[in-house]
């Protein structure tokens, strides 16, 4: 008979769902989720930015595709890799709300680094894209380049963190810094803020980061072979 089978569907249902944060019970994997909400990437370009052995992070790779994770594609003799869909980068932020609500370690860090950084409340998205379009701010978009070229907010201003001494001068001094980069405790819009308010700008970041604007159906741009290109949104 159909379904015979499976005698306990409920428990059946929990070794996958095991199965599932297992592939994710990593720090390596939790980073390439981080990296790979950026945008399609190959292999080699997720080592060199782990800075881990091409061998280490195909292995993650192929665990996190086993689970249903991320799903890959042939492009010339690189193969990309991409999230499955905004559903794995849910699960990634649901297991930071929970972390930040018990763990105490998590505290401990946030307060003694991030705090430490910056204080101050954080821009919302539906309050950035208010002021955006009000042409109230400057937004930077504080990623490497090639990061920023597979999506952006939309008229933000790449300032990579390893060149924002260099390009400050070109910032107005008028206007709100909102900065932003891989998601909400990434480490480059802390130090961003912190350096732009220690030369005298008016800086706040972002709550989250480039693939939670896109997640919300927000507006994303993108650099297509030297140009600019809207990509979703309303």
Known sequence: MVGMSIRNPKQSLYVQFAAVAKALGNPQRLELVEHLAQGPRSVDAL????GLPIANVSQHLQ??????LVTSDRNGKFI?????????????AAIRVVAEHHSAEVERVVRGWFDR?????????DELASRMKEGLVTVIDVRPADEFALGHLPGAINVPLSELGSLLPDLRTDREIVAYCRG???????????ELRKR??????LEDGLPEWRAAGMAVEQVLRGDTAAVGGP
Not at 47 to 50: E, P, Y
Not at 184 to 194: I, K, L, N, Q, T
């Open 80 to 92: 990309n890799y991409r999230l499955a869909d905004d559903s794995v980068l849910a699960a990634f």
């Open 184 to 194: 909400p405790w990434c480490v480059m819009s802390f130090e961003a803020v912190a």
């Open 200 to 205: 005298g700008f008016s800086a706040r970041r």
């Open 63 to 68: 665990a996190m595709r086993r689970a249903g």
């Open 117 to 125: 950084h910056d204080d101050m409340e954080p821009v919302t998205r």
């Open 47 to 50: 080592a060199t930015k782990l």
